[in-house]
C-alpha cells in the first residue's frame, strides 16, 4: 500500500525550529591538561625569579639581588654571625634565593592560579578575588616590614646585650638567617588576619557579635602566638608582637561591620 505524502510538511531542516546550542565545556582530561600547563608556567616563573635572585653580577660577584637581601637581614646583628660549617654559606644563600625567586614570580602563579579558577566562580565571588589579592599582598608586606623594622632589632637587641658582658656571642649564620626569615614570614602571615575577618563574616562563615564576646580568649592566644614566634623569652619582645596580633583581630572586627 503506498504511502500518501503530505505535501505542506517540510522537507528539508531550515523549515525546522532552530535547535537550542548545546552547553559547552571542558571534560576532566582538558582540565587536567589546563593545570598542567598553568603550573608549567609557574615553575619557570619560579626559575627564571630563582636565575635573577641567585646569579651573581659582574665586576662585584656579591652584587645580586640575595646578596643584598642578606646584608638586610645580617644589618641588626651587626656581624656577629659565623659560618660553622663548610657548606653553611652556600646552603643558605640558595635558600634565600629561592625565597627571592618565588617571591619574584609570584605575581605570575597568583595570574595563573586566578585564570585556572575564574571560568568556575560566579561574579559575586569573582568581585571578592579581584579585592582580596591586592589587599593579601599587601597585608603580607606590611607584616613583614613590621617585623624586620620592630620586632628583629628588638629581639637581636635583648639577645646580645643577654650575658654579652661574660660570654662574646657569635651566631650560626645559617640559624640566624632561618629564624629571621621564618619569625617574618609568620608577621606577614598574621597581618591577613583582618581581611580573613572580613571575607570569612561576608560569606556568613563567622558571625561579628559571636567574635566579640571572644576577645578575652583572643587576647590570651594573641599572647601565647608572640610567645611561640617570637626568638627571644622576655614579657617586651612578647608584648611587641602580641599586642599588634590583638589590634589586628580588632581591625578584623571593624572590617566585619562592614560585611
Known amino acids: 500500500m503506498a504511502q500518501l505524502v503530505n505535501e505542506n510538511a517540510p522537507n528539508d531542516e531550515s523549515a525546522l525550529p532552530p535547535r ?53 637581614i645580617l644589618g641588626p646583628v651587626h656581624g656577629q654571625v659565623q659560618a660553622l660549617k663548610p657548606a653553611e654559606v652556600f646552603f643558605t644563600y640558595f635558600q634565600v634565593a629561592m625565597l627571592i625567586g618565588l617571591a619574584l614570580a609570584m605575581p605570575i602563579i597568583i595570574y595563573q592560579v586566578m585564570a585556572f579558577v575564574l571560568p568556575a566562580l560566579l561574579p559575586q565571588e569573582k568581585k571578592y578575588l579581584f579585592l582580596a589579592i591586592p589587599g593579601v599582598s599587601l597585608s603580607f608586606v606590611s607584616g613583614t616590614l613590621f617585623g624586620y623594622f620592630l620586632v628583629v632589632p628588638a629581639a637581636v637587641s635583648f639577645l646580645l646585650a643577654f650575658g654579652g658582658q661574660t660570654i662574646e656571642q657569635k651566631w650560626s649564620f645559617e640559624e640566624y638567617v632561618n629564624t629571621v626569615t621564618t ?29 566579640r564576646g571572644l576577645r578575652k580568649y583572643v587576647l590570651v592566644g594573641a599572647f601565647i602566638i608572640g610567645a611561640i ?26 572590617l566585619a561591620r562592614l560585611a
Open 20 to 72: 537550542e546550542p548545546e552547553e559547552e565545556g571542558m571534560t576532566m582530561l582538558e582540565h587536567l591538561e589546563e593545570l598542567r600547563q598553568r603550573m608549567i608556567a609557574g615553575a619557570i616563573a619560579f626559575i627564571l625569579g630563582l636565575v635573577v635572585s641567585a646569579v651573581p653580577l659582574p665586576p662585584d660577584w656579591q652584587s645580586n639581588l640575595t646578596w643584598l637581601v642578606i646584608q638586610a
Open 183 to 211: 619569625l617574618l614570614f609568620w608577621m606577614g602571615l598574621a597581618f591577613e588576619m583582618p581581611l580573613a575577618i572580613f571575607f570569612l563574616c561576608k560569606l556568613r562563615v563567622l558571625n561579628v557579635n559571636r567574635l
Open 229 to 254: 614566634i617570637t626568638p627571644t623569652p622576655d614579657p617586651f619582645n612578647q608584648t611587641l608582637v602580641s599586642l599588634p596580633l590583638y589590634f589586628l583581630f580588632e581591625i578584623g572586627l571593624l
